[in-house]
């Protein structure tokens, strides 16, 4: 069975994604890098206010998708009202601390994950831990050992990244949409009880949502 476009023109898949960390960690500075990669850091970044997302077209092992990428201000005054709306159909979250605040890094077991756990359908979500601000290690508090802990105790992976001189920022996002977009062409591809076709597998086909009702893989999923 195939799963190619049925039609010319389908869009690219779009997935809702989450960033999630303390206020501080990098995550504004994160999204403003990736889709203005040649734009330097900008200083003047103040903290966000409430919920906003942008979006970016990435490269996966299977074709092109979309990501829409919600960033928030991390702040629990505003988080608590707005996190049910955050999460919902996510389909990634990026867990970002700061690997110069060991404070940030204890957040994540203490505070985001729960978070994560309450709001989010957890199961179909693909997580990824970013240790931002490598470029200043001189003043690293959280060991990479420690990271990767972590990870193995949630069961995800991690990159360190630098917002100021780009390091992997581009290959987090492209990795945490990676694994959001194969666990979709496997949904799909057990919701037809067959093996898709992978080549074009992006073209026009049905991703499985999390209550089995299909949805149009070209329109957001969120
Ligand atoms: P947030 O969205 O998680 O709250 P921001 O974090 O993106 O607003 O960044 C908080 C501060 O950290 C900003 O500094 C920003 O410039 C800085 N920052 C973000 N990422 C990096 C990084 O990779 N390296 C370094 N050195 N700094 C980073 P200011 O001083 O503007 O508050
Ligand atoms: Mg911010």
């Given at each position: 069975m195939s799963n190619r476009?049925?039609?010319?023109?389908a869009k690219p898949p779009l997935y809702k994604i989450v960033m999630l960390g303390?206020?501080?960690?990098?995550k504004t500075s994160l999204v403003a890098r990736l889709t203005?990669?040649?734009?330097?850091?900008?200083?003047?970044?103040?903290?966000?206010?409430g919920i906003e997302f942008d979006t970016q077209m990435l490269d996966t092992e299977h074709g092109k998708v979309k990501a829409q990428i919600w960033d928030t201000a991390g702040q629990e005054r505003f988080a608590r009202v707005l996190l049910p709306t955050y999460f919902r159909k996510a389909k990634g979250v990026i867990l970002v601390y700061d690997i110069t605040n060991a404070k940030s890094f204890d957040s994540l077991a203490e505070r985001w994950m729960t978070q994560l756990n309450d709001h989010?359908?957890?199961?179909?979500l693909a997580k990824l831990l970013v240790g931002n601000k490598s470029d200043l290690e001189a003043s690293r508090e959280v060991s990479r050992e420690k990271a990767q802990q972590f990870c193995h105790e949630y069961g995800m992976e991690m990159l360190e990244t630098s917002a100021?001189?780009?390091?992997?920022v581009l290959k987090s996002f492209e990795k945490l949409i990676g694994i959001v977009h194969n666990r979709a062409l496997e949904a799909a591809s057990n919701a037809k009880g067959g093996i898709i076709?992978?080549?074009?597998?992006?073209?026009g086909f049905k991703l499985q949502d999390g209550d089995n009702k299909s949805t149009d893989a070209g329109a957001c999923g969120c």
């Open positions: 476009a049925t039609s010319t023109g303390d206020s501080g960690v990098g203005n990669p040649d734009k330097p850091m900008n200083h003047d970044i103040s903290a966000t206010m989010a359908s957890s199961d179909d100021k001189s780009g390091e992997n076709g992978m080549n074009g597998a992006n073209d």
